[in-house]
């Protein structure tokens, strides 16, 4: 059973970068591809961003410009970082496995990202 | 303002049949597959249907998918106190070339 664990800073200053990391244990890269999705507080979901097991990245067109996603495959995680953050951003993030481009089957607890000075 | 539209909330009573509803275009559900998630409180969507009307290991058959042109319907029958949550529905949209979700719905079990 494939386990996600998301972490990094919980408060970010705006105009910064935020920067999280996906840690995928119990499984393989391979196949597979892996996202970020957002939830702003009482708010809905929101796709960020996929990256698939062999690098090729596909961004959410509102955030394109700010949003990178990168793998590490030896170290089996994958990360994110938006730059130029404002309150906008704040929001639990998650990561997820993808099943092509059918279903997220798996999910991490999501993180709370909290932009403010 | 979410690409595919849900009703806001929905109700029943134990054991009633309750149906949720999710619209959207033919660039993403006329042309794709659903995926519904059930998000309980404080903690990470859970996926409910796939491909439409499938059900991953574990997921009770109470819970139901269907597709129709473009617009799609997650049925949960018996219901139970332990459904009230928030329910997403997502598809894959060929136009944005990325995934879309509805703007979930609230279910209170009354």
């Known amino acids: 059973q494939v386990q996600l664990q998301e972490s990094g800073p919980g408060l970010v200053k705006p105009s910064e970068t935020l920067s999280l990391t996906c840690a995928v244990s119990g499984g393989s890269i391979s196949p597979y591809y892996w996202s970020w999705i957002r939830q702003p507080p009482g708010k809905g979901v929101e796709w960020i961003g996929y990256?698939?097991?062999?690098?090729?990245?596909n961004y959410n067109p509102s955030l394109r410009g700010r949003v990178t996603i990168s793998l590490d495959t030896s170290r089996n995680h994958f990360s994110l970082t938006v730059s130029s953050v404002t309150a906008a951003d704040t929001a639990v993030y998650y990561c997820a496995r993808q099943q092509d481009l059918v279903w997220f089957d798996s999910w991490g607890q999501g993180t709370l990202v909290t932009v403010s000075s | 303002q979410s690409v595919l539209t849900q009703p806001p909330s929905a109700s029943g009573t134990p054991g009633q049949r309750v149906t949720i509803s999710c619209s959207g275009s033919s660039s993403n559900i006329g042309s794709n597959a659903i995926t519904w998630y059930q998000q309980l409180p404080g903690t990470a969507p859970k996926p409910l249907i796939y491909?439409?009307?499938q059900r991953p290991s574990g997921v009770p058959d109470r819970f139901s998918g269907s597709k129709s042109g473009t617009s799609a319907s997650l049925a949960i029958s018996g219901l139970q106190s332990e459904d009230e949550a928030d329910y997403y529905c997502?598809?894959?949209?060929?136009?944005?070339?990325?995934?879309?979700f509805g703007g979930g719905t609230k279910l209170t079990v009354l």
């Open positions: 997502a598809a894959w949209d060929d136009s944005l070339n990325g995934w879309v």
């Open positions: 990256i698939s097991n062999i690098g090729r990245t």
């Open positions: 491909s439409n009307n």
